[in-house]
């Protein structure tokens, strides 16, 4: 059984950083992605970034150079650093992983931006 845990949430002023975290417990072997999803009041759920058990990441256009996906395969941990964060990026971020044709959530954790 996978899980998913987030965590690095909280409140930022515009243009400072957070760093979120998302431990993976459970079986995972090769052949993954996993991502960043962020979902704002009354809003759709939306990609922020994506990263393959390769090298590969992806972006969002809204975040491209301001937010770095990244893991640490000995901890089984994906990272969001986010910098030059905005009002607008203030959501709820979930950790997503694929994984032999299953899709896994974290249950989220609220970044609010605001002076």
């Known amino acids: 059984q996978v899980q998913l845990v987030e965590s690095g949430g909280g409140l930022v002023q515009p243009g400072g950083s957070l760093r979120l975290a998302c431990v993976m417990s459970g079986s995972i072997f090769s052949n993954y992605i996993m991502g960043w999803y962020r979902q704002a009041p009354g809003k759709q759920r939306e990609r922020v970034a994506t990263l393959s058990s390769g090298t590969y990441t992806s972006y969002a256009d809204s975040v491209k150079g301001r937010f770095t996906i990244s893991r640490a395969n000995a901890e089984n941990t994906v990272y969001l650093q986010m910098d030059s964060l905005k009002p607008e990026d203030s959501a709820v971020y979930y950790c997503?992983?694929?994984?032999?044709?299953?899709?896994?959530w974290g249950k989220g954790t609220l970044v609010t931006v605001s002076s």
């Open positions: 997503n992983l694929i994984h032999r044709g299953m899709d896994y």
